[in-house]
């Protein structure tokens, strides 16, 4: 069963960050490292990446084709900064892993999401 673990930067974990002493920092970016090692010694890590959170757009269709506009920065507002795609046993395992994240002391730090199948997309569509 795969999950997206998805990382979220906002206002609240820059002050978390910000906070922290030097060690603490290094030791919470450690975690990142740590994580990927040991998903993939499980093999329930697919895929994961950091994302340039300074460089998000919004995109709209318009009528005269796509509206680009910048995204809001994480110093505004939340922003998804990285994710881990993980095939897991079940959703507890997904957050089991979530929790493992510096982000995952701040409210909505961290978000999990069920990837859904093609037997998900036959039962609700």
């Known amino acids: 069963m795969q999950y997206l673990i998805l990382i ?3 206002p609240a974990v820059i002050d978390l960050f910000a906070k922290m002493s030097d060690d603490e ?3 919470a970016f ?3 490292w740590d994580v990927v090692s ?3 010694s499980t093999g329930e890590l697919v895929s994961s990446e950091a994302l340039d ?3 998000q757009k919004h995109v ?7 509206v680009v506009t910048d995204a809001p920065l994480p110093e505004l507002t939340e922003v998804v900064s990285g994710y881990y795609l993980v095939d ?9 892993i979530a929790a493992r994240f510096p982000e995952a002391v701040v409210p909505g730090g961290m978000r999990i999401a069920r990837i859904w199948t093609d ?5 609700n569509t």
């Not at 709209?60 to 796509?66: E, H, S, T």
């Not at 897991?88 to 089991?96: H, K, W």
């Not at 037997?119 to 039962?123: G, K, L, Y």
């Open 8 to 10: 979220h930067n906002s």
């Open 25 to 27: 920092r290094a030791a």
């Open 30 to 32: 450690q975690v990142y």
């Open 38 to 40: 040991d998903l993939q």
């Open 53 to 55: 959170t300074a460089a």
């Open 60 to 66: 709209l269709r318009g009528a005269d084709g796509p």
């Open 88 to 96: 897991v046993a079940d959703e507890a395992r997904a957050t089991e």
């Open 119 to 123: 037997a998900d997309f036959a039962e």
